[in-house]
T-cell receptor, first 113, second 115 residues
Framework: GESVGLHLPTLSVQEGDNSIINCAYS??????FIWYKQESGKGPQFIID?????DKRQGQRVTVLLNKTVKHLSLQIAATQPGDSAVYFC????????????FGTGTRLKVLA | ETGVTQSPTHLIKTRGQQVTLRCSSQ?????VSWYQQALGQGPQFIFQ???????GRGNFPPRFSGLQFPNYSSELNVNALELDDSALYLC??????????????FGQGTRLTVV
């Protein structure tokens, strides 16, 4: 069935280190992916997106990598800061025509001082 | 801030009651999607509205219904509330529909508690 899953439910990193959050998706026809950050009590915040015709995209301190061969997506955060502590979701676009995003259960990132 | 606003922020309702949640989309955005997020889970798609018409629906019963207005704001209505309807309801706005995938921007959500 359709699903977007995450390998690690909780990730703890030292402040200043790089973080890597992974995501597996099941629909090989998905053509658009987004990473969202959600802080407690808030709605998901757009971080970065990538289309299926790309394998890497960089933003400010963040990089998204897409490996379509193994249906894997990752979010890399450079020099992780305390403000990065949140739950991170990857979402894939359902190309079936309903224009919905399919979210996984999320990975909690904890930044240790 | 995304420019997507939802009201109310918190709501407590009794089982069997009806509820209406509201969303104002980001300026210029003509598409609104609604999601339900249970505690500890990712958002689940309810439905989407594009230019005042429903444009896709997830696995939610008919007692979940919606509207989109000419100014692209939207309402989510839930009838005959059940305890399992307790969740954070998120509205997301985006521009366009169809094959052009664009990012969706979320509001802060409405926390609904059914007792």
């Amino acid at each position: 069935g359709e699903s977007v899953g995450l390998h690690l439910p909780t990730l703890s990193v030292q402040e200043g280190d790089n973080s890597i959050i992974n995501c597996a998706y099941s629909n090989s026809a998905s053509d658009y992916f987004i990473w969202y950050k959600q802080e407690s009590g808030k709605g998901p915040q757009f971080i970065i997106d990538i289309r299926s015709n790309m394998d890497k995209r960089q933003g400010q301190r963040v990089t998204v990598l897409l490996n379509k061969t193994v249906k894997h997506l990752s979010l890399q955060i450079a020099a992780t800061q305390p403000g990065d502590s949140a739950v991170y979701f990857c979402a894939e676009n359902n190309p079936s025509g309903t224009y919905k995003y399919i979210f996984g259960t999320g990975t909690r990132l904890k930044v240790l001082a | 801030e995304t420019g997507v606003t939802q009201s109310p922020t918190h709501l407590i309702k009794t089982r069997g009651q009806q509820v209406t949640l509201r969303c104002s989309s980001q300026s210029g955005h003509n598409t609104v999607s609604w999601y339900q997020q249970a505690l500890g889970q990712g958002p689940q798609f309810i439905f989407q509205y594009y230019r005042e018409e429903e444009n896709g629906r997830g696995n939610f019963p008919p007692r979940f219904s919606g509207l989109q207005f000419p100014n692209y704001s939207s309402e989510l209505n839930v009838n005959a509330l059940e305890l399992d309807d307790s969740a954070l309801y998120l509205c997301a706005s985006s521009l366009g529909q169809g094959t052009l995938n664009t990012e969706a921007f979320f509001g802060q959500g409405t926390r609904l508690t059914v007792v």
